[in-house]
């Protein structure tokens, strides 16, 4: 920290006190934020966290005085350096604007104007604050080159779109601290970002900060990241401020039962697979001798049960009643009893896919998005494939969907391969092999109400009569733990977790084997999270469910899955069982991945 | 995208694990718990069983019911619509019984807008008038969605060939003044010696589909790779039951928009062939007809033209208005999340 500023050491720099913020909307005012204090001193880092709708980014805004026009303070006081900023004029904000106050904004891909050159943006930001000087052009590579950008000079010639989204979050990181703020608020400054890269991002915004003495105001979603990279933490619920103070006895010694809430469900901070209260009492059950024979009995007949027979009778739900019975299974990580065990239902050999991309003139080039590609799933057990974006994971999942045809290498379904399947085969592996999509906005047709989107699949299928579809749709809805009384609200009534689990309830309907997740949970906040997680598992003992889960978030893989394969760049990198890549990572790449789970290191 | 030009990270550098301790800070930092009473912890994502279930387009019919714009609109269509289907109700004098001692005449009890040169009941014939005008332009939109609509979602669907085909078809035909293609089609002899109601809706179709076509080849195009798309093939669903259950049903608002402001333009359009000649026979009552039959006396008698050219801006202007009010409630990104 800066030795000069001692003086002012112990006067707040940004102090909010009981502020409270109002959105006019047209359903009457919204307090968004009630009654919010914290306190930031120079060269401090202070991070909110507080999942999505709790008022974070609001707060932040509100010291910068960019609220929507909507929005308004309508109570308490921002006091920047003892000046109360609240309610001051336009002039004086944009006064303290860039060169006081510094801003880094969420989405490096929407942020940077894509019209002007990066270097231009930067100038920009330089002579609004009178600081651009005679030899500008130098000033701006300088600024540019801080914030960690190779090669600056040229790089301030091109254009955002030559820009991956690291560079661009870099740049505008520059464009933050290009006038030398007091205060920088970075808002999700990483979010959008592989977890490789937002490490080194979040490393390289502490190292600047540090040497410059800038007081940093972080607002995120994640409580690790918040804890490992901010002294004082702020855990904001419901616009209103639930607990703050130093970061690590937070996370150490949380007092708020929500803050207990969330450091309890905190993927990031998790160290093993879940494991259902059912499971754990089948256990107990198993060990006593009170396994019942029925059992065993009814098990082949689900698991193995051709897609013709039970369910095209009138309707499926017979099949209901079992379920309990089969819930009694003990099924931990996939260490399945009974004939099953063991059994491979998916397996993938050297899958190649190759796209062409178009170039100049007519001529195209190869681009493999996967590489010989292999593994196999055991039946009953989760497959999670973890890459960062463009390691070709979604195109393998979109392959074993059969909804892409693979160029090389084959794909096999309980001993069928996939891609000859025609006609009724492939309807008939559609059953048995269903998707969860990553974005809940987009997986639920806005135009079909909750009970049309989950009985879409039994009438595709001709599965029984209104009647026995309407009783199915109130059975799946009951097991992903929605009210009856859904089945009319239509998806944009829903938050992404709901929705989520509406996916889930539908993808269910089919009485698939396998569920193929592709970023199921990474659109959901934290808590939300973790309860579809613990949903998904529980519904893997209770139906002998096999999951395929593709994700970019090893911590998720952690808490779901019993295999791991890693991929880079199309290619498999590392493939072994969840433990053993967590305790004995092989590759420089794996090791790279874990080390940028956020606060994995923390001794918590 | 650019991977050369961005290395991210260096690879093949081995990876000392860093151990990050997080921040502990000198000073003394307060630990602040706020009572619970005040923010009581909700159950994670519960469903709100209090409001009432909502479509989309429940939504947007409480938005528009709010909105003057759309009131105001959709009073003036509902008042064409019946002017329309009930003429007689709305004027008591026969339009085509016409006495040439009332030549020019103006207003008098029981004819509150005068007379034409040829003696007729203006406002009566504007009344009479309404009919055709709409049928022009309402069965015009139908021909115009069905054939557009058809075009472009096959085109923004299955693109490819078809794609290349279709849109460089309409292309072709978007390139076509309307005006100008009109005068040449209605000059066909098939056209001149059988001119109705029927050949000036086929002409205006004939024109007027490209501009769906595209509004629609975008909004497919736009939808066909949605998620919800894609889980319903996963589904077993087949690609053309995908299109016209899920895909149709999502691009229908920008088509809407579109269909109801061209309804008011192909109004417009009959009018202007039937102001040229080309349009409606003589024999069939029509604002663009009466309009053209009062343009010489424009000077001594104007309001024998502008009777009907009032009604017909108020009709075009309440569609206008009415797709402007649509746009407003059917835009995407207004509805919420």
């Known amino acids: ?604 | 995208m650019s991977e050369k030009l961005t290395p991210e990270t260096d690879l093949t550098k081995p990876v000392t694990p860093v151990s990050r301790q997080g921040k502990t800070s000198s000073r003394v930092i307060e630990h602040f718990v706020a009572p619970l009473e005040e923010t009581p912890l909700a159950a994670i994502d519960n469903v709100d069983e209090t409001a009432a279930p909502l479509s989309l387009w429940a939504d947007a019919w409480r938005n528009l019911r709010r909105q003057p714009l759309f009131i105001i609109s959709a009073l003036l269509i509902v008042l064409v619509l019946v002017v329309a289907f009930v003429p007689h109700l709305f004027a008591s004098v026969d339009p085509t019984s016409c006495t040439l001692n009332d030549s020019s005449e103006g207003a008098r009890a029981g004819h509150p807008f005068g007379f034409t040169l040829q003696g007729c009941d203006v406002y009566s014939r504007m009344i009479y008038g309404t009919r055709a005008s709409l049928l022009v332009g309402v069965l015009t939109t139908l021909g115009v969605l069905v054939v557009g609509g058809t075009m472009g979602a096959l085109a923004g669907y299955y693109g490819g060939w078809i794609d290349t085909v279709l849109a460089r078809l309409a292309d072709i035909f978007f390139a076509l003044p309307l005006i100008l293609g009109a005068i040449v089609m209605m000059q066909l002899p098939a056209f001149r010696d059988n001119r109705s109601v029927w050949t000036v809706v086929i002409t205006l179709v004939i024109f007027g589909w490209p501009q769906i076509a595209r509004i629609t080849r975008g909004a497919v195009i736009e939808n066909r790779n949605a998620d919800f798309v894609t889980a319903s093939k996963a589904l077993g669903l087949s690609r053309f039951n995908a299109l016209v259950r899920h895909v149709i049903p999502n691009s229908l608002a920008p088509i809407i928009v579109v269909a109801s402001i061209s309804l008011g333009t192909f109004i417009v359009a009959e009018a202007t062939l039937s102001f040229l000649g080309i349009g409606l026979p003589d024999t069939v009552m029509s604002w663009g007809n009466d309009i053209a039959a009062a343009q010489p006396q424009v000077r001594n008698n104007p309001g024998v033209l502008l009777w009907p050219a009032a009604a017909l801006s108020v009709t075009v202007l309440s569609f206008i208005m009415l797709g402007d009010a649509l746009r407003d409630a059917l835009d995407p990104k207004a509805r919420k999340r």
């Open chain 1, 1 to 604: 920290m800066n030795p000069g500023a001692a003086r002012t050491d112990d006067v707040p720099l940004l102090e909010i006190r009981d502020l409270a913020i109002t959105f006019e909307t047209s359903n009457g005012p919204i307090n968004a934020v009630r009654n919010a204090h914290l306190t930031i001193m120079p060269g401090e880092t202070v991070a909110i966290v507080g999942e999505s709708g709790s008022g974070k980014s609001t707060t932040a805004l509100a010291a910068i005085g960019l609220l929507p026009s909507n929005g308004r303070v309508s109570g308490g006081q921002i006091l920047f350096d003892g000046e109360d900023i609240a309610n001051a004029s336009e002039k004086r904000i944009i006064e303290l604007r860039g060169n006081s106050i510094g801003m880094v904004p969420q989405d490096p891909m929407s942020n940077l104007n894509p019209v002007w050159k990066i270097g231009f943006q930067v100038r920009e930001t330089l002579k609004a604050n009178g600081l651009a000087g005679a030899n500008s052009k130098e000033r701006v590579a300088e600024v540019l080159a801080e914030a960690g950008l190779p090669d600056a000079a040229n790089r301030a010639k091109q254009y955002p779109h030559e820009f991956s989204g690291g560079m661009r979050q870099r740049a505008l990181i520059a464009i933050g601290l290009a006038c030398r703020p007091r205060l920088l608020i970075a808002d999700e400054p990483t979010s959008a970002l592989d977890v490789t890269v937002q490490r080194q991002i979040l490393d390289h915004l502490d190292r600047m900060t540090s040497e410059l003495g800038t007081a940093v105001l972080l607002i995120t979603h994640d409580l690790g990241l918040a804890a490992e990279r901010a002294e004082k933490l702020v855990v904001m619920y419901k616009g209103q401020v639930v607990e703050s103070g130093p970061a690590l006895e937070i996370l150490r010694n949380p007092q708020h039962p929500y803050t207990q809430r969330l450091v309890n469900s905190a993927p990031s901070l998790a160290s093993r697979r879940l494991q259902s209260q059912k499971a754990k009492d089948a256990l107990a059950a198993a060990v006593a001798g009170l396994d019942t024979p029925l059992d065993d009995e009814n098990d082949p007949a689900h698991v193995g049960k051709a897609p013709t027979d039970a369910g095209l009778a009138p309707s499926s739900v017979p099949a209901a009643p079992a379920q309990p019975v089969r819930a009694a299974r003990p099924a931990p990580n996939g260490e399945r009893k009974g004939a099953q065990a063991g059994e491979t239902i998916l397996e993938v050999k050297n899958l190649t896919r190759v796209f062409k991309l178009r170039g100049a003139l007519g001529k195209s080039t190869d681009f493999k998005a996967v590489d010989d590609v292999s593994f196999s799933v055991p039946r009953g057990t989760t497959m999670a494939i973890v890459g960062e974006s463009g390691s070709g994971k979604s195109t393998v999942a979109q392959m074993a969907l059969s909804l892409l045809a693979p160029t090389e290498g084959s794909i096999l379904f309980d001993g069928v391969e996939v891609n000859s399947l025609k006609g009724k085969a492939l309807f008939d592996f559609r059953r048995r092999v269903q998707p969860i999509f990553q974005d809940p906005y987009g997986s639920l047709d806005p135009m079909f109400n909750i009970f049309r989107t989950i009985e879409e699949p039994l009438k595709i299928h001709k599965i029984g009569d209104s009647k026995s579809r309407e009783k199915k749709v109130r059975e799946l809805l009951d097991q992903v733990s929605m009210p009856a009384s859904t089945m009319h609200r239509f998806p944009n009534e829903l938050s992404g977790g709901q929705r989520q689990r509406i996916a889930i309830a539908r993808a269910l309907a089919l009485n698939p084997d396998v569920i193929i997740c592709d970023e199921a949970v990474s659109a959901l906040d934290v808590l939300v999270q973790a309860q579809v997680l613990n949903l998904l598992n529980e519904l893997q003992e209770d139906l002998g469910l096999t999951y395929l889960f593709i994700t970019h978030d090893l911590a998720v893989v952690r808490q779901i899955a019993d295999h791991v394969t890693v991929m880079q760049k199309g290619r498999v990198v590392e493939a072994a069982s969840t433990d053993e890549v967590f305790s004995n990572p092989r590759q420089v790449y794996t090791q790279e991945l874990l080390n940028a789970i956020p606060g994995a290191t923390l001794l918590v």
